[in-house]
Each structure stands twice: as C-alpha cells, then as structure tokens.
C-alpha cells in the first residue's frame, strides 16, 4: 500500500507539472501576462515599504497597487502626487517600474538571456517575438538588440537635452537637473506620463525647449519598435536609391500617427482658442505649441502643459477619441493602436465603395486582419463602457469626467481631469484592473486564457441576416 500511495502521489506530482508546463508553454502570450502581473506585485511590495514614502510612513495597499500599476503598464494615472508623496527610494522604483514595462517584461528577459549565453532558445524567442510583435522568429535577435539601443539612445539624448535646459534655463542645481531630465526623459520615451510636478508640465507651457523634446521622446516611443528599427534599416538604402521600400505595417503607422497629430493639433486649437483657462492665456505661438503637444500626449503619453479640468466639454471628447485610438503597436503606448483604426476605415470605404475587399496603400486585407481589427475594437468599446458604467454608479464625478478617466486607463494614457484620487476604493480598483487590459492588449489577454486553439474541420451554411 505504501509504494502504490507513493507511485500515486508521484503521478498526481508529475500529472500537475505537465499540465502546469503546457499552461505556460502553449502559448507565450500567457508567461507575457503573468510576466506583467508578477512585476505589478513586486512593485506593490516595494512601495509598501515606509522607505518609499516620503514622511516615512508606509503607503496603503491601495495606493501602493495603483501606482505599481499605473507605472509598469505606463499609464501616468495617480492616487497621490509623485514628487511630495514618494521618497528618492519610491520615485527610483517607479521608475524602475516605468521602464521594465515599457520595456516589455519578457524583451528584457530575453535580452538578458541574449547578453548571458548569446543565443535564445526556441521557446525564449517565441514569447519575444509575442511581446515585441517581430515577424519572424529569426528577427528576434536583432529586434532586441534595436530595442535596448534604440531605448538607450532615445533617454540618453532627451534626459541630456533636458538637463541642460533645467540646468541653465532655470538655474537648479547639476544634480537636480540631471534627476529632472532623465526621469521625464523615460517617461517621456515610454509613454509613461510621471511627472515630479504636481502640475506636470504646465509650468513649461511656453517653453519648446522642454516640451518639444518630450513630445519627440514620447512620438518616437509610441510609434512602435518594428516601425523604428525599419526606419532606421532603410535610411541608407533611401539615401542610395532614393526609395523607402517601407513595409504595409511602418507605412500605415506613419502616415496615420501624422494625420492624428494634424487633426489633433487643428482640433485642440480650434476649440479651445478663446478658453482663457486654457489656450486663451497665450500668445499665437503658445497657442500653436500647447495645441501640438497636447495632441501628441493624448496618443498615450500622459503629461499635459495645459489644464485638463478646465477644457471644454467637446475637447475632452475629442481628446478621448485619440486616446481610444493610440498609438503604433508594438511601442509603448497604449490604445486599440493607429494600424486597427487604419484597417477599419479602409474596411469602412470599401463597404461604402461596394467593393469586395478591403485594400489600402495598393495592398489588399485579408479577412482575418479585419476580424482582429473588429475584435480589438469592439472589446475595447465594450470595456470602456462597462467600466464607465461601474464608476458612474459608485462616483459621484460628472459623466464626461468619468468617461475621459476610463479611456485614459484603458488606453493607458494618464490624462486626468482630477477625480482619480477622489474616487472610492472600488473605483481605483476599477482603474487598475483597466490599465493593466489596456497594457498587455485584450487579444494577448482572450489567447492566454483560451485553453486551447480550436480549428473547425466543417463549414456551415451560409446565409444573410439583415443589416441595419
């Protein structure tokens, strides 16, 4: 009986292993969202300590949760105010935070493992390839590489440039300045949106050297990885044969992320022109700066020069149709992402055209690309609606406020109209839960909780229900 028990329980260990194993294997997008979720709890940890806090009491776990979150799936939203609130050891950890998940917790794991043994296993560049969208297994190598010096160059340049304006156009100290510059250099870069001013960046709003920078920074970090390391692969070739020879994917994104930038730009100053708590207290080239910057931080950024509580009803509107939207996949911002808002109008034009498929760019889509494009869409409607739902009915909070802060979880992009501290318990929960959705995409969320991918061996029917 003895050794039969032990056979048995020997089973039931090896059984549980196996199937624990399959979990993780089967599909990397899940190790990439236990990944998140592991580096969201340890930062919970680390900001729970009395040392984070500035008065050297320990921070609620509430508090501690939010800020965690909001840091590694770089969203900027925030319960307290970074630079009063937390200590030199919190601030450090947040952004420790900001840049692992801007990072992407499974690229840095594979650039570790790169950097020690100098090669990747099969199973290490799936889940890369997973988190950093690559287009083939072979790319992962030099798309890991691309993304550490491309991160590295980017917060190098802008945190120098910034120190040296802090440093001599406002006189703070050599230290104070480089802290200054490099911070809201990375989370500028990785769409993060912590600022250590409690009115993040208005105090800069008639400055270009500051905000400019930060809005190259944060453009640069939310078009996506794949677009920059194309850029930079085919500069020399352009410069030879005078052509891009960009894929479908870089020149989607570009020309998209361009044409939101403009209408943002022209939106923003059109309404809010004669706003004198606003655009209105500047001058025209004030009134042309803010009006830019503020469209590139509604691409899931995060910092504002401009007050957001005191914007007009319809700017919040519009402000949350370019957070809803976002920015290039793969990067750091956050969003339904520019190339699905780009699939559904060219699916949209060739319904109103009648033709038959959907082309754009000389390329015809494939009906899978539209279905993911819907997917996406449709899922990031419904959880923005559902949530705003939930917040109405435990806030008190105006409905334009609760839905600009529900989009701004979602999309992960840390605009505020300042309810988010006011707002009970269940509603930062609420937000959190949002945030981390937003993060890691509410595709890579269904696909690592799908069991098993099913292929139908038949096909049904077909027939036509009536539309519209």
């Not at 008190?396 to 839905?403: D, M, R, W, Y």
Request: charged share 15%; net charge positive.
């Amino acid at each position: 009986m003895t050794s039969q028990y032990r056979r048995g329980v020997v089973t039931v260990v090896t059984a549980a292993r196996q199937r624990a194993r399959s979990f993780f294997s089967a599909h990397p997008a899940r190790t990439v969202v236990l990944g998140f979720a592991g580096v969201v709890m340890v930062g919970t940890v680390l900001l729970m300590l009395p040392l984070a806090a500035e008065d050297g009491s320990a921070p609620s776990a509430l508090t501690a949760l939010f800020t965690s979150t909001s840091a590694v799936c770089v969203t900027g939203l925030a319960v307290v105010d970074t630079g009063t609130y937390w200590s030199g050891f919190g601030e450090g950890v947040i952004l420790a935070l900001i840049q692992v998940g801007g990072f992407g917790i499974m690229t840095m794991a594979s650039l570790l493992a790169l950097l020690m043994s100098g090669r990747l296993r099969l199973r290490m560049q799936l889940t890369a390839q997973a988190e950093t969208k690559s287009l083939g297994i072979g790319d992962v190598r030099r798309v890991l590489l691309g993304v550490a010096g491309t991160t590295l160059m980017v917060e190098l340049a802008v945190g120098a440039f910034l120190a040296l304006r802090f440093r001599f156009g406002y006189g703070d100290g050599i230290g104070e300045a480089a802290y200054l510059g490099f911070f809201h250099a990375v989370s500028a870069f990785n769409n993060a949106g912590f600022g250590l001013h409690a009115d993040s960046l208005t105090r800069y709003a008639q400055d270009p050297w500051v905000t400019l920078p930060i809005a190259v920074a944060v453009i640069l970090g939310g078009i996506g990885f794949p677009v920059l390391l194309e850029m930079l692969r085919h500069r020399n070739r352009a410069r030879t044969t005078g052509r891009k020879n960009w894929t479908l994917h870089t020149k989607l994104t570009v020309i998209t992320t361009v044409v939101l930038l403009v209408v943002g730009t022209v939106l923003t100053g059109l309404l809010e022109w004669t706003n004198p708590a606003t655009l209105g207290a500047h001058d025209v080239w004030g009134k042309l700066l803010n009006s830019f910057f503020h469209s590139a931080m509604s691409r899931t950024a995060g910092f504002n020069s401009l007050d957001i509580g005191a914007m007009q009803a319809s700017t919040l509107l519009m402000t949350c149709m370019l957070m809803f939207i976002g920015g290039g996949s793969a990067g750091t911002a956050g969003g339904i992402k520019v190339t699905t808002f780009a699939v559904l109008a060219a699916a949209i034009l060739a319904e109103v055209r009648g033709e038959p498929n959907s082309a754009v760019l000389g390329r015809r889509l494939g009906p899978h690309v539209l279905r993911q494009a819907l997917t996406v869409a449709l899922l990031g409607v419904g959880l923005v609606m559902s949530a705003t739902l939930a917040l109405l009915s435990v806030s008190k909070a105006s409905f334009e406020a609760v839905l600009f802060e529900t989009v701004s979880a979602f999309a992960t992009v840390g605009l505020s109209t300042g309810i988010t501290a006011d707002l009970p318990a269940v509603g930062q929960l609420i937000l959190v839960v949002l945030m981390f959705i937003g993060r890691i995409g509410p595709i890579t969320l269904v696909s690592a909780l799908a069991l098993r991918e099913r292929t139908r061996r038949y096909e049904l029917p077909e027939e036509r229900p009536v539309i519209g």
